[in-house]
Structure formats: structure tokens, C-alpha cells
């Protein structure tokens, strides 16, 4: 079953807005991960917060976890053209678990 | 910093031919997995190993094997291809070792991109 539902699946933005990425899971989490993907390459990632943190941040993106509406936010500041990729969620359950992923939302962020 | 190295980055195979994937590792990350990303798909989890051992398995196909090796990189063996197969395959490491209730960052590979025809 799925376990990451992200919200929206997309999302258009002009350049120098800020973009916010909502993801929803089902289960009891260790981690939540957020991960980046352009188109058809590889899967870069971004950030990690552990359960038991509530918001982290890294450069211009900023993470909320809500483990008890099971939700994670990703806040994209001041968006880039080269902020414009897939974005996706995943989860696992303890340290060295598979990652489930949700759909990924798919950012445009327009000149 | 060195990354997940993955080969070949592309491979086309006809129906019911035999593939091999190779995936290295970070430098010093004991933990290996294996992704399958169909097109338009969220990656799906097929198996990891942890120190050269099987740790978990996901939705992989009997057709599919895979093993870590004394080096620490894996090979994901598939056999009898079909169509449904064509897809990107990831691997993705981590270091588990010393961690305590936390980390497991999966760092990702380019992926290889196979087409079954």
C-alpha cells in the first residue's frame, strides 16, 4: 500500500515564489525523507528529519513534520528555474529500512 | 564526494533475455538497495543488503536475484525479461553501522535505464 501521498501533484510557480509541498503517510515512522528528480535521471536528496524533530532546515529549503496528522511539509524559498524537477517523499520505519516513496508532485517554476 | 556509481547506465534486452545490473557503493556504506522506478511511477523497493547479508526484500520477481559481495557492490540479476520490466533501476547506499535511532539518508545512483523490447 502506499504509503507517501504527496499534495499537490503539481505545481506552477513563477520564479522568486516561494513553493510549498504537502506529503501524507499512513504508518509509524523512523524517518521522512524528501528527494528531488529531474526528469528520468537520478534521485537526489535533500533533507531528512527524524521523527522525533518537528521543522529543519537546509539552505533555501525548510521541512515540517506533524507525526501526529502523519504529514510533512517541504518549503522551497525564493523558487529558481533549476528548482523545476519531481519531488517526492518517502518514508521508513527503522534505520536500515527500504524507503517508501509517495507519487511525487512535480514542481515547474517559470522564468 | 564520491557517489553511487551504477552500470551500464543504459540497456536495451529483447523478451526473455537475461540482464545484469551493477551498483557501487559510497565508499565505507554498508547498506545497499534496490529501486524500480516504472514511467511515471514513484520507485518501488526490490531488496537491500546489509554487510553482504539479505536484509529486507520488497516486490521483486522470482526472475530477479541479487547479492552484495565481498566489496561491497551488488549486482541485480534479471532473467526471463518482459516488458513490464522496462524500467529505471536505482541503487541507493547508506551507512547504518553506528547509527542509533536515526540517519539511514539513502543516497541514489543515476539509475540504469533498461528497455525490454
Known amino acids: 500500500s502506499q504509503q507517501g501521498e504527496e499534495d499537490p501533484q503539481a505545481l506552477s510557480i513563477q520564479e522568486g515564489e516561494n513553493a510549498t509541498m504537502n506529503c501524507s503517510y499512513k504508518t509509524s515512522i523512523n524517518n521522512l525523507q524528501w528527494y528531488r528528480q529531474n526528469s528520468g535521471r537520478g534521485l537526489v536528496h535533500l533533507i531528512l528529519i527524524r521523527s522525533n524533530e518537528r521543522e529543519k532546515h537546509s539552505g533555501r529549503l525548510r521541512v515540517t513534520l506533524d507525526t501526529s496528522k502523519k504529514s510533512s511539509s517541504l518549503l522551497i524559498t525564493a523558487s529558481r528555474a533549476a528548482d523545476t524537477a519531481s519531488y517526492f517523499c518517502a518514508t521508513d520505519f527503522r534505520t536500515n529500512s527500504k524507503l517508501t516513496f509517495g507519487k511525487g508532485i512535480t514542481l515547474s517554476v517559470r522564468p | 564526494a564520491a557517489g553511487v556509481i551504477q552500470s551500464p547506465r543504459h540497456l536495451i534486452k529483447e523478451k526473455r533475455e537475461t540482464a545484469t545490473l551493477k551498483c557501487y557503493p559510497i565508499?565505507?556504506?554498508?547498506?545497499v538497495y534496490w529501486y524500480q522506478q516504472g514511467p511515471g511511477q514513484d520507485p518501488q523497493f526490490l531488496i537491500s543488503f546489509y554487510e553482504k547479508m539479505q536484509s529486507d526484500k520488497g516486490s521483486i520477481p522470482d526472475r530477479f536475484s541479487a547479492q552484495q559481495f565481498s566489496d561491497y557492490h551488488s549486482e541485480l540479476n534479471m532473467s526471463s525479461l518482459e516488458l513490464g520490466d522496462s524500467a529505471l533501476y536505482f541503487c541507493?547506499?547508506?551507512?547504518?553501522?553506528?547509527?542509533?535511532?536515526?540517519?539511514?539518508?539513502?543516497?541514489f545512483g543515476p539509475g540504469t535505464r533498461l528497455t525490454v523490447l
Open positions: 541507493a547506499s547508506s551507512l547504518v553501522r553506528g547509527l542509533a535511532g536515526g540517519g539511514n539518508e539513502q543516497f
Open positions: 565508499p565505507r556504506h554498508d547498506t
